[in-house]
């Protein structure tokens, strides 16, 4: 067998672009078929004439195809009648916000909105949950996820805002308006050239603030209906400077969990507390000596507290009694499942020790909440990279300390690889924290998002 293979095909010295590509796919084949070298046309423009070999074939072909273009918010601002519209939706989502699995009409506000883009859409995933898939025009088998939530609070709205709620004692201050305005946004930019090889889903959670929205659609079979290699979100960042993005490898965010402690005694009269078991003592005991749980019982290395939050028992208009009962109430945060253990273990143990030394009972009722938010350090440097093509390298923190705050995107990292960000939503003077009546959204920072979603499909899955 010869060393090396003739390829003759017809063609002129003025071939076209197209079909000087032709003959070069048509050499890639025979040469990859045959294991042997090629004698490639004149015109090919890879070859020239020369010996086309199997060995660096590959590298020769992927430049055919350039990889998928990086989009920055410039681009996205500058399109304006796209950003008008995204911040009418934003607008609108705000003035009409829907707390834990009431979000109806936001859920098909999304929907119409996706399938409008010639999506194929899933409702009522977790009960009012969205997902819409996006497949590229490139092959590929990589099938990654987009998420972000939609429910609002049940705090009264204090912004002044002209697009302010219209729902008595509900609004958006996490800004799951801005979140779920972002995605929208990135979906309707990528069904419009989805230059990508592989498969993205848009998942629209609801019940994000404590209804465990994302457990939810994970046990309505959301993984099992859409098969999905990695998962990644986005929250914003209250105060932090406009665009900052700061995430971690590992623990990002805290497992919250909920406990209350009932001390029960007699109770009696004040003037004679010799006659009653005073469920008091016990309480004041058990609050005094709480901070030795984390500070004896959690290694340094370790991150880990435990705070009171509610404290109650008797009546104010009758404070010579001794109450019966004392209510004692808090929250205990952690970042590994071990220390999560001691927690509820210590907590439960100080409480009855106080409790039988007093002479009155403890009940104990510990509640586990979201698990720790754990990053996989592979998506974490994809974050990395899709933010600093956005808005350079100084504004993508990777190695951030963790936060207290908890998100149940956690249990979505329990079932597959993926990373969660926060990007700043500016820290100028009228800045507030979210949770508070004063928040919302910035609207400036929807580009930003934009581009970052974007970018995350591009160096997922947009590789030439």
Not at 416 to 435: K, L, Q, R, T
Request: hydrophobic share 40%.
């Amino acid at each position: 067998m010869p060393a090396a293979l003739a390829l003759a095909l017809p063609a002129a010295a003025n071939s076209t672009e197209d079909e000087a590509q032709r003959v070069d796919e048509i050499a890639a084949f025979l040469c990859a078929l045959s294991g042997k070298a090629l004698v490639c046309p004149a015109h090919s423009r890879f070859a020239k004439g020369r010996l086309f070999n199997p060995l660096n074939f590959g590298q020769a072909f992927r430049q055919q195809k350039a990889p998928m273009q990086h989009a920055t918010p410039e681009e996205i601002t500058a399109d304006h009648a796209f950003m008008e519209k995204m911040i009418a939706i934003r607008h609108d989502i705000h003035t009409h916000p829907e707390t834990a699995f009431e979000e109806v009409r936001t859920s098909a506000l999304v929907a119409e909105f996706l399938e409008g883009l010639g999506m194929e859409v899933h409702r009522g995933l977790g009960k009012t949950g969205v997902v819409g898939t996006l497949k590229g025009k490139r092959p590929g088998q990589k099938v990654i996820a987009l998420r972000a939530d939609m429910d609002a609070l049940h705090i009264t709205e204090d912004t002044g805002v002209p697009y302010t709620s219209q729902v008595a004692g509900k609004m958006h201050a996490c800004g799951h308006d801005g979140h779920t305005t972002m995605l929208l946004g990135a979906a309707e930019k990528l069904a419009a050239n989805p230059d990508f090889a592989g498969t993205v889903r848009f998942i629209f959670q609801p019940a994000e603030e404590g209804g465990g929205g994302a457990n939810e659609m994970i046990k309505d079979g959301l993984f099992d209906l859409f098969p999905t290699d990695a998962i990644y979100g986005v929250h914003n960042g209250p105060m932090d400077p406009l665009g900052q993005m700061t995430t971690r490898v590992g623990p990002y965010t805290s497992a919250s969990d909920d406990w209350e402690i009932v001390f029960e005694g007699t109770g009696g009269h004040g003037a004679s507390p010799e006659k009653a078991t005073d469920p008091t003592v016990a309480a004041g005991q058990f609050m005094a000596n709480l901070g030795n749980v984390v500070s004896r019982h959690v290694a340094l290395t370790d991150w880990a507290v435990v705070s009171i939050g509610h404290v109650s028992g008797g009546e104010r208009e009758s404070a010579n009694i001794i109450p019966a009962k004392v209510l004692v109430a808090g929250t205990a945060r952690s970042y590994r499942p071990e220390v999560r253990d001691t927690l509820q273990r210590e907590i439960t143990r100080l409480a009855e020790g106080c409790a039988m030394a007093c002479g009155v009972e403890a009940h104990v009722d510990y509640e586990r909440g979201y698990p720790p938010l754990v990053n996989t350090a592979e998506e974490v440097a994809v974050t990395g990279r899709a933010h600093a093509a956005s808005l350079g390298a100084e504004m993508a923190d990777t190695k951030a300390p963790a936060i207290g705050a908890s998100e149940d995107f956690a249990y979505f990292l329990e079932k597959i690889p993926g990373a969660y960000v926060s990007i700043g939503n500016g820290d100028g003077p009228d800045a507030a924290f979210v949770h508070t009546p004063k928040f919302d959204f910035n609207d400036k920072l929807i580009p930003i998002g934009v581009a970052y979603w974007m970018n995350i499909v591009a160096e997922e899955l947009g590789g030439a």
